[in-house]
């Protein structure tokens, strides 16, 4: 829903740009018709039988184009280039200098085709990084000079696969071997040929563009399948050594950065960012903090950089943009091993912004292992903000994370992920805890939307102690918070994991699931949750939520949650199915009417067999409602939430229990939540605790 919104808006942007441009060029010349001629659709396009054309006004007194190209850097010379727009609807400069044509050349798929641009000056296809430069945010403006500069987004590579064409008389494709997307110096512009090699080519233009003051460009001489086997390392021995100017030097001469800066704990203090514009790899050696002095952020990986931080600390970051400690650039890869995140913080406050610890832009892959994140704060995601990008979490610990933002857009108290990469992207959460993390909006401990294929799994957690308290239409899921794109493809997996104590101010106390989107939820427990407003008269399902979507649960435990009106234990209807479920001692307010009604279940759920709940529903109220039709009514003897073995607490089955031996064989999954062997005896237990 976000992601739709997005592309609208940006459309609707882009059509009234061109539209206050100047209308009068519309005509294509017959060099740019004869390009099209010369040099065809790739391998299964289909050409449009007539190419859309869009042109840029040519009134412009200076002699650069709106903006600069991304593929493979020109400087200077004659090209044209299959453009990729899947990234989204491109910003356009209504006060363009020459002319820029936009030719699809697929029927199906509107984001390749040509790029022609026509300079006052009649040179086609030149470019002056040195007067325009594009932000990371598509803006455009006239550079400083400064090759630093944070806001640069540097040549960005095309895909595998794509034509180009250079000085119009050589036509290659690039393949997954070729190194492509590096700027050249300001005398040759190097190109593939048939062997994948770089070939200096001489430079035609009349113009050339000094590049070489820049100092953040990737090394054609490192690429991302390469060992990274070149060390810097920060220090002498001694903590005086390791200094910022000593780990400037240090990522200066290598891509692999340890610290030799003696036995004890370090703290290094940075004064600005660093952009990371190359594979890296940073090993702190259990022993190092780097701390932005609550002034500024740590790093800034430039597009499709690999950065890999270990044994680390990173502390105090602080942006007024994305990403308080770590900004991972475009189709990037962050991964974290052993570090800690603490007190980062974000503070842009756009409706989807935010990520304290950590942003990453879309068509990345973020990996966080082992590590640990506290008292990191942004408007979106506490600690972690992705987009459409694959995250995966495991052995790691968020405690203390602030979603921020009020107004509209997400939430996420230590996560907020709007989509995972591409259509099947994945989503990952195992054995790690969310504790007394907090959100305004949606999601206490975690946000999440699904798109199309993509899944998200949890499992072997524990989110505990976690709160949503907006009001209004806000205030929803406690614990988690997640929709999906309506389309019925995405699945939400919910395992072996523990939802305790969490707290929404509207709906939701443990889970919030909605937009249709279908989930399955086994072997879990909810325990203590609540949904209920300040006044303890609102709030519907205590445990879940579920608004719309197919949902089943199997061997799941919902006890001892509280709504502040209905569905004490959960909110659904026959499009949730139940099948060796345990519903018990679960309480609704009823707004304080004393109804006593709706405690357990809000309405009536399909029974997939071997169900119980407890207390019966109220026989004397026609609106209480059993959880299922033919559900049995005994109690299970529930003990205390405590840790039983394995990895998340969990209600244990006492003696004399109507849950013992008396589930589904076939339905009951092989183990229990703690990873016991089911069954123990003849038949299994229902719920998540198997006794043993």
């Known amino acids: 829903m976000r992601r739709i919104r997005w592309v609208a808006l940006a459309l609707l942007s882009f059509l009234v740009t061109l539209l206050g441009a100047s209308i009068g060029n519309l005509n294509l010349d017959n060099a740019a018709l004869s390009a099209v001629a010369a040099y065809p659709p790739t391998m299964n396009q289909q050409p449009l039988s007539a190419p859309l054309l869009i042109a840029q006004s040519n009134s412009c007194g200076s002699p650069t184009i709106s903006k600069p190209t991304k593929g493979i850097d020109t400087n200077g010379a004659v090209f ?32 390749y085709g040509l790029l022609f641009v026509y300079l006052i000056d009649g040179q086609k296809n030149r470019v002056s990084a040195t007067l325009y430069v594009e932000t990371t945010n598509g803006d455009l403006l006239v550079w400083n000079g400064n090759p630093s500069n944070s806001q640069l987004r540097r040549t960005q590579s095309q895909k595998d696969g794509t034509q180009v064409v250079i000085q119009g008389n050589q036509s290659i494709v690039l393949g997954t071997n070729t190194q492509r997307g590096v700027r050249q110096t300001a005398t040759t512009n190097q190109i593939p040929n048939a062997n994948n090699t770089l070939q200096p080519q001489t430079n035609s233009s009349s113009s050339p563009i000094d590049l070489t003051q820049s100092q953040n460009i990737v090394p054609s001489s490192l690429t991302t399948s390469q060992t990274l086997v070149n060390l810097g390392v920060v220090g002498s021995g001694t903590a005086a050594s390791c200094t910022e100017a000593a780990l400037d030097t240090a990522l200066a001469s290598g891509a692999n950065i340890t610290f030799n800066c003696g036995t004890t704990g370090l703290t290094i203090k940075l004064t600005k960012e660093r ?44 942006t007024t943009d994305l990403g308080g400690g770590i900004f991972s650039g475009y189709q990037g890869k962050l991964t974290v091993s052993n570090c800690n995140f603490k007190n980062n913080i974000s503070t842009k406050t756009g409706s989807f912004d935010g990520g304290g610890a950590i942003y990453s832009k879309s068509e990345s892959t973020v990996t966080i292992d082992k590590s640990t994140f506290s008292g990191n704060k942004a408007a979106n995601g506490g600690a972690i903000n992705t987009v459409l990008s694959d995250l995966t979490i495991a052995n790691s610990t968020f405690t203390n994370n602030q979603s921020v933002g009020s107004g509209t857009g997400g939430g996420g108290g230590a996560i907020f992920n709007d989509g995972a990469k591409g259509d099947r992207g994945i989503i990952k959460v195992s ?43 806000q205030g929803f899921g406690g614990g988690i ?15 072996n994991t523990t939802f305790a104590s969490n707290t929404a101010s509207n709906q939701g106390g443990g889970l919030w699931t909605g937009n249709s989107a279908p989930v399955n939820i086994s072997n879990s427990t909810f325990s203590g949750n609540q949904a209920k407003s300040a006044d303890g008269t609102n709030g519907l399902g205590g445990g879940i939520m579920r608004t719309s979507g197919k949902m089943n649960l199997t061997n799941v435990t919902i006890a001892n949650n509280y709504a502040g009106f209905q569905g004490g234990g959960i909110v659904g209807n026959t499009d949730v199915t139940l099948k060796n479920v345990i519903i018990a001692n679960n309480k609704a307010n009823n707004g304080g009417k004393g109804w006593n009604i709706r405690n357990n279940c809000f309405d009536t759920m399909t029974n997939g067999g071997n169900n119980l709940q407890y207390p019966a529903k109220n026989q004397s109220d026609a609106n209480d409602r059993d959880c299922t039709a033919s559900i049995k009514t005994a109690d299970p003897k529930l003990g205390t939430l405590a840790n039983n073995g394995g990895l998340t607490q969990t209600l ?19 183990t229990d939540q703690r990873g016991i062997k089911r069954p123990q005896q003849v038949t299994c237990d229902i719920g998540a605790y198997e006794v043993n």
């Not at 727009?85 to 820029?100: H, K, L, Q, S, Y």
């Not at 805890?433 to 909006?441: D, E």
Request: glycine share 10%.
């Open 80 to 111: 044209h280039v299959f453009y990729d727009f899947t990234r989204g609807i491109e910003r356009v400069n209504p006060a363009a200098c020459g002319r820029e044509y936009w030719i699809p050349l697929e029927k199906n798929n509107p984001n």
């Open 275 to 318: 952009v990371i514009a190359r594979n890296t790899v940073i090993d702190g050696g259990n022993l190092i903090t780097l701390s932005g002095g609550g002034k500024n952020r740590l790093f800034y990986t430039q597009s499709q950089v690999e950065l890999t931080l270990k044994n680390l600390t990173i502390a105090d970051g602080f």
């Open 431 to 473: 054995r790690s805890t969310f504790t007394n993390n907090a959100a305004v909006m949606q999601g206490g401990a975690i946000f999440t939307q699904l798109y199309n294929s993509n899944t998200m799994n949890v499992d072997q957690s524990t989110f505990s102690g976690n709160r949503v308290t907006g009001t209004g239409n």
């Open 481 to 495: 918070f997640h929709i999906s794109d309506k389309k019925l493809k995405s699945l939400f997996t919910v395992t």
């Open 652 to 670: 244990p089955l006492l003696t004399g229990s109507a849950a013992i031996n008396t589930g589904n064989n076939t339905t009951c999954p092989v």
